[in-house]
């Protein structure tokens, strides 16, 4: 289990101003919200809550983004102690099991985000059983989705799907963690297997030549034949999907740091360096890597924030290499850039930590607006640069 610091370096570090506003918005968002739950977007700097839909009430936990609420109270808790935040985060654990045990809305690779940061998280830090009982539950059912010939864990829909039937995204490459975690609790050699397989297959196929990344790809689900890539929400199937790059970067970090595959750290340079290649002049990413400078293309604050965490844990993996330091001073880069330009100022302004992130372009959904995981991963690598040596959740 992870500790909080001491109380005076709390304090100290709470004070930091970029860190302050972003816990004053956290802090105030648990006092709108209760224990429901925000949409994945602002709407005009201002989070509704999740929409009615099915089953589900108004603020339910469905969908794939409803974690990382929680995962940034849990940020929240570990920087300040400050007990608001643990309980909220609790009382989103206990909701979390339900949600796994009653079996509500589980078809989807996505379970990896949602149980690692809701779920994960709280046995990391509090050896809380339940949490750790509900994780595991959610680590079988995201093996339900391996598909054997093909070698990997399919994204989206039901398996019989003909539409959804033997894709994957590069998205999942953070799912994986949920999987190696299980396997460090449970021995169960198929956790780690699936992850070792669904990687190499992503590094093979998701990753092309010129080292910029498909967002999709497709496997024929019976022979495992690699079929074609293709775009879910880039600008075209052939570009670069901002945040799909980003996922990569931190993606095959954790990956190469759980399995020890010196290819996915290779990877992960890989799409790092392609990124960095392909920044505008303020170190923020359009929301596609085929925008450059004087185009009037919407930023993704959100992919630049993800790919901090990730060059923050490329740092990491490498200590006292030159590569270290240029991860770091990338990271730093960015993450100065995010503080100074797209947090919002005051932090009452908005609901979100910071502006500017872009959801899904082509269906012009959440686009110039504030996201949950952009929230999130901004949270996240304020926390890595106030705390070095800080151990992530995933």
Same mark, same amino acid.
């Given at each position: 289990?992870? /500790?909080?610091?001491?109380?005076?370096?709390?304090?100290?570090?709470?004070?930091?101003?970029?860190?302050?506003?972003?816990?004053?918005?956290?802090?105030?968002?648990?006092?709108?919200?209760?224990?429901?739950?925000?949409?994945?977007?602002?709407?005009?700097?201002?989070?509704?809550l999740r929409p009615a839909e099915g089953i589900f009430a108004e603020g339910g936990n469905r969908g794939w983004t409803t974690s990382f609420w929680p995962g940034m109270q849990w940020l929240s808790w570990e920087i300040t102690g400050d007990e608001v935040f643990r309980d909220?985060?609790?009382?989103?654990?206990?909701?979390?099991?339900?949600?796994?045990?009653?079996?509500?809305?589980?078809?989807?690779?996505?379970?990896?985000?949602?149980?690692?940061?809701?779920?994960?998280?709280?046995?990391?830090?509090?050896?809380?059983? &339940?949490?750790?009982?509900?994780?595991?539950?959610?680590?079988?059912?995201?093996?339900?989705?391996?598909?054997?010939?093909?070698?990997?864990?399919?994204?989206?829909?039901?398996?019989? &799907?003909?539409?959804?039937?033997?894709?994957?995204?590069?998205? /999942?490459?953070?799912?994986?963690?949920?999987?190696?975690?299980?396997?460090?609790?449970?021995?169960?050699?198929?956790?780690?297997?699936?992850?070792?397989?669904?990687?190499?297959?992503?590094? +093979?196929?998701?990753?092309?030549?010129?080292?910029?990344?498909?967002?999709?790809?497709?496997?024929?689900?019976?022979?495992?034949? $690699?079929?074609?890539?293709?775009?879910?929400?880039?600008?075209?199937?052939?570009?670069?999907?901002?945040?799909?790059?980003?996922? @990569?970067?931190?993606?095959?970090?954790?990956?190469?740091?759980?399995?020890? +595959?010196?290819?996915l750290l290779d990877a992960a340079w890989r799409c790092a360096d392609y990124f960095l290649a392909h920044l505008p002049a303020d170190d923020v990413p359009f929301w596609d890597l085929v925008y450059h400078d004087g185009s009037d293309a919407p930023r993704d604050s959100s992919a630049a924030a993800i790919?901090?965490?990730?060059?923050?844990?490329?740092?990491?993996?490498? $200590?006292?290499?030159?590569?270290?330091?240029?991860?770091?001073?990338?990271?730093?880069?960015?993450? +100065?850039?995010?503080?100074?330009?797209?947090?919002?100022? $005051?932090?009452?302004? /908005?609901?979100?930590?910071?502006?500017?992130?872009?959801?899904?372009?082509?269906?012009?959904?959440?686009?110039?607006? @504030?996201?949950?995981?952009? +929230?999130?991963?901004?949270?996240?690598?304020?926390?890595?640069?106030?705390?070095?040596?800080?151990?992530?959740?995933?």
């Amino acid at each position: 289990m992870t /500790s909080t610091p001491p109380t005076q370096e709390r304090t100290a570090l709470a004070a930091q101003p970029a860190l302050a506003g972003a816990l004053s918005t956290v802090r105030r968002n648990i006092a709108a919200f209760g224990d429901l739950y925000p949409d994945d977007t602002t709407q005009d700097d201002r989070y509704p809550l999740r929409p009615a839909e099915g089953i589900f009430a108004e603020g339910g936990n469905r969908g794939w983004t409803t974690s990382f609420w929680p995962g940034m109270q849990w940020l929240s808790w570990e920087i300040t102690g400050d007990e608001v935040f643990r309980d909220a985060a609790l009382r989103h654990a206990a909701d979390f099991e339900r949600r796994v045990r009653q079996g509500e809305d589980l078809d989807t690779h996505d379970l990896g985000f949602l149980y690692t940061l809701a779920s994960v998280a709280p046995w990391r830090l509090l050896g809380d059983e &339940d949490a750790r009982q509900a994780a595991l539950l959610a680590a079988d059912h995201l093996m339900k989705r391996f598909l054997e010939p093909a070698g990997i864990i399919q994204a989206w829909g039901d398996l019989s &799907d003909p539409a959804q039937r033997g894709r994957t995204i590069i998205d /999942s490459l953070m799912n994986m963690p949920l999987l190696t975690w299980a396997h460090e609790q449970t021995g169960d050699e198929r956790f780690a297997d699936a992850v070792r397989r669904h990687t190499i297959q992503l590094r +093979d196929h998701i990753l092309r030549e010129d080292d910029s990344t498909f967002h999709t790809f497709y496997w024929d689900a019976e022979t495992g034949e $690699p079929l074609r890539g293709a775009t879910e929400q880039g600008a075209h199937d052939d570009s670069c999907w901002a945040r799909g790059q980003a996922w @990569g970067i931190y993606g095959f970090a954790l990956n190469h740091r759980a399995t020890g +595959d010196a290819s996915l750290l290779d990877a992960a340079w890989r799409c790092a360096d392609y990124f960095l290649a392909h920044l505008p002049a303020d170190d923020v990413p359009f929301w596609d890597l085929v925008y450059h400078d004087g185009s009037d293309a919407p930023r993704d604050s959100s992919a630049a924030a993800i790919a901090v965490c990730g060059f923050f844990e490329l740092a990491d993996l490498e $200590p006292g290499t030159v590569r270290a330091e240029r991860a770091t001073s990338a990271a730093n880069a960015i993450l +100065d850039s995010l503080v100074a330009r797209y947090a919002p100022e $005051p932090p009452e302004a /908005s609901d979100a930590l910071i502006l500017h992130g872009v959801y899904d372009l082509p269906k012009h959904n959440g686009v110039d607006e @504030g996201t949950l995981w952009g +929230d999130y991963f901004y949270l996240e690598a304020l926390t890595r640069r106030a705390l070095p040596g800080w151990k992530p959740y995933w």
